[in-house]
């Protein structure tokens, strides 16, 4: 069965081809040109280049294709670039699709994100069926769920198409970085304060899994929350700091002082919106609110199993610095212990 992904090259999809490769498939993965492919090193796949925001070229990747993993997707948070994420997640999204079934394919399964569903407690984390309700100027949840609801309205009986929304990813091959960040700047030491909020934090492999198994036992037209486990900002900087062995962060980030960072970004970011693309309030009034999310639906309708998210911290951090992208003359030490 010939299957095909984009986004490939990002920290989700390279962790999903390394599972299908493992798995003795070659999957069809639609890549830029100019793409960094140190997460595909060592695999054997076949390469197509074009862009999922190339009509032309999506229509030639889908020929002979059964099943699609579209993966390719932004995460920024200015409210400056709207209109780009827009066109990176939500129309390249209605153009796999349209290629898609152009080209007879079967099933495709789309990746969103839990910022597509509503907000939980810890003692009530959020489900697939909570609503997103919060207030602000956002474009990561705004295209995220515009995305989503081109995917399961598109879903019929000649093309099933379904969504997988991963937590706070964390794991190996994070090229650019994303996530990963959060990582290298705690292994280094730099990260001394924590917020007061917390989210769900997942495996990226895990995460490569539940895609599989939404692709094999997923209900058409559904979507599933991928997560592992629900953290508290403080507890996942301290698992962080403990498998990269420095001291975890000790001083609580009054949300106060978000709030006056956030509106800071607002005003100068307008100069420099690259460099301010976390400094600002559409970004930092999510931290200090409590952001859980619950994997039942998936644990129960697709046998999906998390794993304790250190081992994806270790993982990332180990080639984080086979890559150079942490100092390699200087040994992580985890003092963290896996129950």
Not at 39 to 67: F, I
Not at 122 to 142: I, L, Q, R, S
Request: glycine share 12%; with cysteine; hydrophobic share 40%.
């Amino acid at each position: 069965m010939k299957t095909l992904l984009t986004g490939a090259t990002g920290l989700v999809g390279a962790n999903l081809a390394h599972l299908l490769c493992q798995q003795g498939e070659r999957p069809r993965l639609l890549v830029r040109e100019r793409s960094d492919r140190r997460g595909l090193r060592g695999l054997g796949y076949h390469e197509v280049l074009g862009d999922v925001l190339d009509a032309g070229s999506l229509r030639g990747a889908m020929k002979g294709v059964e099943r699609v993993y579209h993966v390719a997707g932004t995460v920024r948070f200015a409210p400056s670039t709207r209109e780009d994420i827009s066109r990176i997640n939500a129309q390249a999204t209605q153009n796999v699709l349209e290629a898609a079934r152009g080209a007879g394919v079967r099933r495709v399964v789309v990746v969103s994100s839990i910022a597509a569903v509503g907000h939980g407690t810890m003692t009530e984390p959020a489900t697939e069926d909570d609503v997103y309700t919060e207030a602000g100027d956002n474009p990561h949840p705004d295209t995220r769920r515009e995305a989503e609801r081109l995917a399961l309205e598109a879903s019929g009986s000649t093309l099933e198409v379904l969504a997988g929304n991963p937590g706070f990813v964390l794991g190996p091959y994070d090229v650019r970085p994303s996530t990963g960040q959060l990582l290298r700047l705690v292994a280094k030491g730099l990260v001394v304060v924590y917020p007061s909020g917390g989210t769900n934090v997942v495996n990226a492999q895990d995460v490569a899994r539940g895609l599989q198994l939404i692709m094999e036992k997923g209900r058409p037209g559904e979507r599933y929350i991928l997560g592992g486990e629900n953290l508290t900002f403080r507890e996942l900087l301290t698992i962080c700091a403990e498998e990269a062995g420095v001291p975890p962060p000790r001083i609580p980030l009054p949300d106060g002082v978000v709030k006056a960072v956030g509106r800071f970004g607002d005003a100068v970011g307008r100069l420099a919106p690259d460099l301010f693309e976390h400094v600002n309030t559409a970004f930092l009034q999510a931290l200090p609110l409590p952001a859980y999310h619950s994997s039942a639906k998936a644990m129960r309708e697709l046998g999906y199993r998390p794993r304790p998210v250190r081992l994806g911290i270790r993982e990332a951090l180990r080639w984080f610095q086979e890559e150079g992208m942490l100092p390699r003359d200087r040994p992580l030490k985890p003092r963290g212990v896996v129950g």
